[in-house]
């Protein structure tokens, strides 16, 4: 191969697509995944730091990445959730029996 051919194929080859590393959320903003891929979904682009660390400590709020300092996840009374015996939350019960339902509810704090 000589010079004139090198450069040919060099001038030949496909540029390269720029890289993008992206968060992938859902709607509450909770991160489902870190990816180069063109997944389906809703994503915002993300530095490489970010990427090489992949915090799942995060929101994404208005388009922007907020990590978060600490949260706290609890369980609390409410009107949906996984049906509990009325005094003691550590029994689930049928929908057909009293009950209390119970859920998860997590407490940011940024």
């Known amino acids: 191969m000589n010079a004139e051919e090198f450069w040919a194929i060099l001038h030949a080859m ?30 915002i682009d993300v530095d490489a730091e970010t990427y090489a660390r992949a915090p799942f400590n995060v929101r994404v709020r208005d ?3 907020i990590e978060l300092k600490s ?8 009107d949906t959730g996984t049906p509990c015996h009325p005094n003691n939350v550590a029994i ?7 009950h209390q339902p119970w859920s998860m509810k997590t407490h940011e704090f940024d």
């Open 14 to 43: 496909p540029e390269p697509q720029p890289v993008s590393w992206r968060l992938y959320y859902n709607a509450s903003g909770d991160p489902i995944t870190y990816s180069m891929e063109d997944l389906p979904g809703t994503y």
């Open 92 to 98: 689930v019960v049928p929908l057909t029996e009293p």
């Open 71 to 78: 949260a706290v996840r609890r369980l609390v009374p409410g």
């Open 63 to 65: 388009g922007r990445l």
